[in-house]
């Protein structure tokens, strides 16, 4: 199947952010250049953020207080969609993002659909296909599946949606209550995972629904992802356990303690926490333990009513996808402008330099609007390939290509040459 002869589904795309404007609007940006003909954004945030949303298309939901449950509710509450997709505030999605959420769902019967998350390089997965289980531990699996598919699942074990790549269809949202709002933060996803299991619901996954994660600061990390507050994550998992597995012995504290100052311990060494950071955040993830033991376990009941505002489309299809590339350093400053006047034409973009060394690749989203791969010539891509990898400069640009094609709508095919039907601007072929 091909993007342009996709079936839609009528998404509502949900943003729950807070007090990061500048990676909300990235993350807006990527989402006015998605390849799909029928979605709508909503960004559930506090008034001083929705001030600064520059797309007056785009549905802005106030929610003042720091509950992201809460907050993704009120964003299904508003959405007019068949379908609400969820990605964060710091994350950016690849063009063909809902395209392939809305073939996953065309093509298993779906209730809800997770995609795969590469993390801050671009090139490294984040989250792939992972299982949760009732003790709150996730279970990786490894899959090379392009294809949308229904996994197997053991017993006692559910799909693990991520709430950075997720879609649920709304009126399953609404059957179930919605998202759980005694988790402000941290294993939300899971413990929705697990009741719509639990109902029979069916759980697919798409591993070409891409989006990548940057992981920015907020009140509960630094920029280096140090933590500076473990109150919810020790809530949130006391709350679960007693929830789902129906037990929170002391062994679970201690598990979850060690697993927390391993991290820290980690962060001591690389410099990114100091000792007294460490003995702050270890006694907020007691706190947070002992309050989640005083919760009463229920079945969210959030009323989900049917949206007031209709449905407020920014759907587009059909852009076109220039290739710059170049592995001359002086012209790559004539390479970030010509993708960003393509970005400002309501063109898509990537723009691949390299340089004739071994340095292993980047990939990033420009605030400009486009897609910038750098590196060496004869660097890897993926983590897993050679240190060196001898090639030409026009098999390498195609081989990348390749590479991202599936999720960024380049080309029409797999057997023919991508400037054959693509502009492409090939400078030093």
Not at 245 to 257: K, M, P, Y
Not at 290 to 296: E, F, I, Q, V
Not at 352 to 376: E, N, P
Request: proline fraction near 4%; include cysteine; glycine fraction near 6%.
């Amino acid at each position: 199947m091909t993007p342009r002869a996709a079936v839609p589904f009528k998404f509502s795309v949900v943003v729950a952010s807070r007090g990061r404007p500048a990676w909300l609007k990235r993350c807006l940006l990527s989402l006015c250049q998605q390849d799909y003909p029928a979605y709508e954004v909503l960004v559930v945030a506090e008034s001083e953020t929705l001030a600064q949303i520059a797309q007056p298309a785009v549905k802005k939901v106030p929610y003042e207080e720091a509950n992201l449950s809460a907050a993704r509710n009120r964003g299904v509450a508003a959405a007019a969609g068949e379908i609400c997709a969820f990605i964060d505030d710091d994350a950016v999605a690849e063009p063909l993002w809902l395209y392939r959420l809305s073939e996953a769902f065309a093509v298993t019967s779906a209730d809800a659909v997770v995609g795969f998350v590469r993390g801050r390089n671009g090139i490294s997965f984040q989250s792939r296909l992972a299982l949760v289980d009732a003790e709150a531990e996730t279970h990786q699996v490894a899959t090379d599946r392009e294809q949308p598919f229904v996994p197997t699942v053991p017993n006692g074990q559910a799909v693990k949606l991520v709430g950075t790549n997720m879609a649920i269809r709304r009126n399953v949202l609404r059957s179930v209550g919605g998202f759980d709002e005694i988790y402000r933060f941290y294993l939300e996803d899971s413990d929705l995972s697990r009741r719509l299991a639990q109902k029979g619901k069916r759980l697919a996954v798409a591993p070409l629904a891409e989006v990548h994660h940057g992981f920015a600061a907020s009140p509960r990390r630094t920029r280096q992802r140090a933590p500076r507050d473990l109150f919810d994550i020790g809530r949130s998992t006391s709350y679960f356990l007693g929830r789902h597995f129906g037990s929170t012995d002391d062994e679970f504290w201690v598990r979850l303690e060690r697993r927390e100052r391993k991290r820290l311990s980690r962060h001591l060494v690389a410099g990114t926490c100091e000792p007294r950071d460490m003995i702050r955040c270890l006694e907020s993830l007691l706190t947070g333990w002992r309050d989640g033991l005083k919760a009463t376990f229920k079945e969210p009941t959030h009323n989900i009513a049917e949206p007031e505002a209709p449905f407020a489309n920014l759907g587009d299809s059909r852009r076109s996808h220039e290739i710059l590339s170049s592995y001359w350093f002086h012209k790559r400053r004539n390479l970030l402008r010509t993708a960003e006047k393509f970005t400002k034409a309501d063109q898509q973009a990537t723009v691949l330099s390299f340089s004739l060394t071994t340095i292993r690749h980047h990939v990033s989203y420009a605030d400009a609007g486009f897609w910038l791969q750098t590196g060496g010539l004869f660097g890897p891509s993926e983590r897993d390939g050679p240190a060196f990898q001898w090639c030409r400069f026009a098999d390498r640009v195609e081989r990348e290509i390749r590479r991202v094609a599936k999720s960024r709508g380049i080309g029409e095919c797999d057997t023919r040459k991508w400037w054959d039907t693509y502009a492409v601007e090939r400078l030093d072929f």
